[in-house]
């Protein structure tokens, strides 16, 4: 017995038309001399400086310190990726996200959730012996996210400003 062969043809759902360009990716060393560029990366080094000092300690047994890493990895690697879609010029290239927007949402919420970190981060240093390991790390850690929670509060700053712009820019158009 022949067995007729069946063929059957699997349809793909159509996707939306997407303008997104496959260039190459530009670097843009202009970036890194803007205000937005500085700030971006000293957020990415004292950002870095804040969980090497708290993970080379046994932060672990505070849950308050559990709260520094968990704050200060989320945004540094929030922020590396911002830093690097800048720095390559990958927002020109998808005009559908609102980076403005979204720069906003995330230099605010890392405003505030740093500031709540840094005064943790300072009150946990109480929990280590004066001189020790711990402390020191601590300390400095503590310091450093003051110092990330400024950096952010002007990205904030300059987000904000930007956004306005943006608004005010696509208001006019209406």
């Known amino acids: 017995m022949d067995r007729a062969a069946v063929v059957t043809s699997h349809r793909t759902p159509t996707l939306p038309e997407c303008s997104i360009s496959t260039s190459t990716l530009a670097f843009d060393r202009h970036f890194t001399t803007t205000a937005k560029g500085l700030l971006l990366m000293a957020e990415i080094v004292f950002g870095m400086l804040v969980w090497i000092l708290v993970g080379g300690t046994d932060y672990f047994r505070l849950s308050a310190l559990c709260w520094v890493m968990f704050v200060a990895v989320l945004f540094w690697v929030l922020t590396v990726g911002l830093f690097v879609i800048y720095l390559t010029g ?11 927007t979204l720069s906003l949402c995330l230099n605010c919420s890392a405003t505030v959730l740093y500031l709540v970190t ?11 012996i004066r001189g020790r390991h711990n402390y020191n790390c601590w300390a400095t850690s503590a ?19 930007s956004w306005k712009l943006t608004e005010e820019g696509q208001l006019s158009h209406h």
């Open 90 to 100: 990958v927002h020109h290239r998808i005009p559908q996200v609102p980076w403005t």
């Open 118 to 128: 840094a005064v943790v981060d300072a009150l946990s240093v109480n929990q280590a």
């Open 143 to 161: 310091f450093f996210a003051c110092l990330t929670t400024v950096c952010y509060t002007g990205s904030t700053y300059l987000s904000y400003y």
